[in-house]
């Protein structure tokens, strides 16, 4: 089974195609890299999948039942969303935080019951957030506080994780931990994600599947290895790159 399949799949906004006729299946239990440059339609297509915005045109499915016949609430227990700018957490303590994922099982008056607890202990524990739980998010590094959204996802329950830039406010120290806790969760607990990206490199190191788009149109879906080509590199970038290896990691660079 497949984890989304689009077919025909537009979407509009006054006058301006961003998708356009897109064909497209991901696949479960791996890290799919979504790249493309600036205005490519990643971000767009991202909401799509999740449900945030209705297509066009086309049609989207998820596990083999298309999107607009899953009920509300089963969707935010299958789909973890995380936007490239998270709302406002003034206030807020981490196990708060990540206690908000229990939201679709419990709503918002819903008491917490013994596996709503152990949920949100464990993913605190999970994402490496242990001894944090009554740190102010503002409070945290940039890096703790991305861990701290991500475990918000996880102690959602849910098995597809959906992720829009989450390392574009990052130092690469950062970028690396954040990812590399994706990686892990999805290898060690058979997790999807599908995670919107800029650094190509980042991509290679983390994602074991790309999807890049150009105009709203498919320009590449495979295995990382498909992309890391001089000539695949070109068709996504517009311009010249070169593939070498440094420490053992494939690294694109201009030309």
Not at 133 to 161: H, K, P, Y
Request: hydrophobic share 45%; charged share 20%; proline share 6%.
């Amino acid at each position: 089974m497949t984890l989304f399949t689009l077919r025909d799949l537009c979407f509009d906004v006054p006058g301006r195609r961003l998708i356009d006729g897109l064909d497209l299946t991901l696949h479960p239990g791996c890290v799919t890299a979504l790249i493309g440059r600036n205005g490519s339609g990643k971000s767009t297509l991202l909401k799509l999948i999740s449900g945030q915005v209705r297509p066009t045109a086309g049609q989207i499915t998820h596990l083999g039942r298309p999107l607009s016949q899953w009920p509300r609430r089963d969707l935010a227990r299958a789909l973890a969303c995380l936007p490239q700018v998270t709302p406002p957490a003034e206030g807020m303590r981490l196990a708060e935080l990540v206690a908000l994922g229990r939201y679709p099982w419990r709503g918002a008056l819903g008491r917490f019951r013994p596996e709503d607890h152990a949920a949100v202990a464990g993913a605190i524990r999970r994402c490496g957030l242990t001894g944090l739980e009554e740190r102010l998010v503002d409070t945290l590094s940039g890096g703790e506080r991305q861990r701290g959204w991500i475990a918000m996802m996880l102690a959602q329950g849910a098995r597809t994780l959906l992720l829009d830039e989450p390392i574009s406010a990052l130092d690469v120290a950062h970028q690396v931990e954040v990812l590399g806790l994706v990686q892990a969760m999805c290898r060690d607990s058979g997790l999807s994600a599908v995670i919107v990206l800029h650094d190509v490199n980042m991509a290679a190191r983390f994602c074991d599947r790309v999807v890049a788009l150009e105009g709203g149109r498919l320009v590449l879906n495979g295995p990382l290895g498909d992309l890391l080509t001089p000539e695949a590199l070109a068709r996504v970038y517009g311009l010249p790159m070169t593939v070498t290896t440094l420490g053992g990691h494939p690294v694109a660079l201009p030309a």
